[in-house]
């Protein structure tokens, strides 16, 4: 091996023979991309079929810690690419991948980030075939952050859409809701909370394409990252110019997730998950898209939530526990514990 370094220094984005072993060894041996070129070339049949179209998407991930039960940022940088493709009714097929460095970063800590993201894009059937690396001087970036690109084709007849929403229309999701934002909350550790919550950080494209098969008249899709569920109901509801109302006893929750938002005063709506979608469908296929999901490992938890209504457009409410209702707004920032 010429990389015998243990923690990346300046030299290793300086464009010489040192930059050069860090990508070889610790990123192309394990991606192993088609060519050496700049530019990956792209050639798939899919993209033959009369009406086929090209989706494209583009995220940055940072998080904190960088390795968290569930999960690592390379981790949820495949996932969550995949996932903003799938939710779009496209089937993911390349991703490109760029690393922000900082100057004293563990070598085995990019190591395990990127064997993270192969076994990811092996288990969604996508390849990483190109990207990039660049080094920055310490406290420039908080040990790596990760920018990836996905391209996916959209077969023909496959048309996803808030605007497509209708009354009546079931909200189903496919699994536990809040997960992801709990499990980053403890593992920072500035809470002194002990808990076994994990990250849902998972893919979710096979799971797309068993439901659109189930549910060829789905509506729209999203996935609950940053701002949650409650966030994407608020998307699609305004977009499509309908009202949705979800039911407090049908949300798939956690005790310890509810616990720890009792605690920290949070709203677990609001919570990121990264392994979570919420998708509209026509209530006649509700329950055949809730059996696909409920098949595969990613859904087995799917539950309908709610249900969208001829209501204020845009407005999205709760029936609460207790019969009433209120209303699930979208956040102006981010939630905050309350300290009194």
Same mark, same amino acid.
């Given at each position: 091996?010429?990389?015998?370094?243990?923690?990346?220094?300046?030299?290793?984005?300086?464009?010489? #023979?040192?930059? $050069?072993?860090?990508?070889?060894?610790?990123? !192309?041996?394990?991606?192993?991309?088609?060519?050496?070129?700049?530019? %990956?070339?792209?050639?798939?049949?899919?993209? @033959?079929?009369?009406?086929?179209?090209?989706?494209?998407?583009?995220?940055?991930?940072?998080?904190?810690?960088?390795?968290?039960?569930?999960?690592?940022?390379? #981790?949820?940088?495949?996932?969550?690419?995949?996932?903003?493709? +799938?939710?779009?009714?496209? *089937?993911?097929?390349?991703?490109?991948?760029?690393?922000?460095?900082?100057?004293?970063?563990?070598?085995?800590?990019?190591?395990?980030?990127?064997?993270?993201?192969?076994?990811?894009?092996?288990?969604?059937?996508?390849?990483?075939?190109?990207?990039? !690396? &660049?080094?920055?001087?310490?406290?420039?970036?908080? #040990?790596?952050?990760?920018?990836?690109?996905?391209?996916?084709?959209?077969?023909?007849? $496959?048309?996803? %859409? %808030?605007?497509?929403?209708?009354?009546?229309?079931?909200?189903?999701?496919?699994?536990?809701?809040?997960?992801?934002?709990?499990?980053?909350?403890?593992? *920072?550790?500035?809470?002194?909370?002990?808990?076994?919550?994990?990250?849902? @950080?998972?893919? =979710?494209?096979? =799971?797309?394409?068993?439901?659109?098969?189930?549910?060829?008249?789905?509506?729209? @899709?999203?996935?609950?990252?940053?701002?949650?569920? %409650?966030?994407?109901?608020?998307?699609?509801?305004?977009?499509?110019?309908?009202?949705?109302?979800?039911?407090?006893? +049908?949300?798939?929750?956690?005790?310890?997730? &509810?616990?720890? @938002?009792?605690?920290?005063?949070?709203?677990?709506?609001?919570?990121?998950?990264?392994?979570?979608?919420?998708?509209?469908?026509?209530?006649?296929?509700?329950?055949?898209?809730?059996?696909?999901? *409920? +098949?595969?490992?990613?859904?087995?938890?799917?539950?309908?939530?709610?249900?969208?209504?001829?209501?204020?457009?845009?407005?999205?409410?709760?029936?609460?526990?207790?019969?009433?209702?209120?209303?699930?707004?979208?956040?102006?920032?981010?939630?905050?514990?309350?300290?009194?």
């Amino acid at each position: 091996m010429a990389l015998r370094d243990t923690r990346v220094t300046l030299a290793h984005g300086g464009g010489g #023979k040192a930059m $050069r072993d860090l990508i070889e060894e610790v990123f !192309t041996a394990v991606f192993q991309p088609p060519g050496m070129e700049d530019q %990956a070339r792209l050639v798939s049949e899919a993209l @033959c079929a009369p009406g086929a179209r090209l989706a494209f998407t583009t995220d940055s991930f940072v998080v904190d810690p960088v390795e968290f039960p569930g999960g690592d940022i390379g #981790k949820i940088a495949v996932c969550g690419t995949v996932n903003d493709l +799938a939710v779009g009714g496209a *089937r993911p097929l390349w991703l490109s991948a760029a690393f922000i460095i900082e100057e004293g970063c563990e070598v085995a800590l990019l190591r395990r980030i990127v064997a993270s993201m192969q076994h990811e894009a092996e288990n969604a059937g996508v390849r990483i075939v190109t990207g990039d !690396t &660049k080094v920055v001087g310490r406290g420039s970036a908080d #040990k790596v952050f990760v920018t990836t690109s996905g391209v996916g084709v959209i077969p023909p007849g $496959r048309d996803l %859409a %808030a605007e497509h929403v209708r009354p009546g229309d079931a909200v189903l999701v496919n699994g536990v809701l809040g997960d992801h934002g709990a499990a980053i909350l403890a593992a *920072r550790g500035d809470m002194a909370l002990s808990t076994d919550i994990v990250s849902d @950080c998972q893919g =979710l494209g096979h =799971l797309m394409e068993a439901v659109l098969a189930a549910a060829p008249n789905a509506r729209a @899709c999203r996935d609950a990252t940053r701002g949650g569920m %409650a966030s994407a109901l608020n998307e699609i509801a305004g977009a499509a110019g309908v009202a949705v109302e979800i039911d407090e006893d +049908a949300l798939p929750l956690r005790d310890e997730v &509810k616990g720890m @938002c009792e605690i920290l005063g949070l709203d677990p709506l609001y919570l990121a998950n990264e392994g979570t979608l919420v998708i509209f469908v026509p209530e006649n296929e509700a329950q055949a898209a809730l059996a696909a999901m *409920r +098949a595969l490992p990613e859904g087995r938890g799917a539950v309908q939530v709610g249900r969208a209504l001829d209501g204020p457009p845009g407005r999205v409410t709760m029936r609460t526990l207790f019969g009433g209702s209120r209303i699930v707004d979208m956040l102006v920032g981010e939630q905050l514990p309350r300290i009194c």
